[in-house]
């Protein structure tokens, strides 16, 4: 199980539109972004340099739901994901 510094989150940002990447209960984003598309990959990318591809990237929706996780390299199963 990665350790909660090495996880990333894509949430909405209510006040300036967009989105953010963050980490758990953090202070300010680890990036600002117009699409969620581009941070996801920068979410991504931050998970395989500064975890090791050890964390997970969960992406929420607009809604602040949850609506899908990405786990990183080094979590990745050989199974097929079937979601």
Same mark, same amino acid.
Request: net charge positive; aromatic share 4%.
């Given at each position: 199980?990665?350790?909660? &510094?090495?996880? %990333?989150?894509? *949430?909405?940002?209510?006040?300036? $539109?967009?989105? =953010? @990447?963050?980490?758990?209960?953090?202070?300010?984003?680890?990036?600002?972004?117009?699409?969620?598309?581009?941070?996801? &990959?920068?979410? %991504?990318?931050? *998970?395989?340099?500064?975890?090791? $591809?050890?964390? =997970? @990237?969960?992406?929420?929706?607009?809604?602040?739901?949850?609506?899908?996780?990405?786990?990183?390299?080094?979590?990745?199963?050989?199974?097929?994901?079937?979601?």
């Amino acid at each position: 199980m990665a350790k909660n &510094d090495e996880d %990333r989150y894509v *949430v909405p940002n209510k006040e300036r $539109g967009g989105w =953010d @990447v963050v980490k758990e209960n953090h202070e300010r984003s680890s990036g600002h972004f117009d699409t969620q598309r581009e941070a996801i &990959d920068r979410a %991504r990318e931050i *998970v395989d340099k500064s975890g090791g $591809g050890r964390g =997970d @990237v969960r992406i929420q929706g607009r809604n602040g739901q949850f609506r899908d996780s990405d786990s990183g390299r080094r979590n990745e199963s050989t199974k097929k994901d079937t979601k």
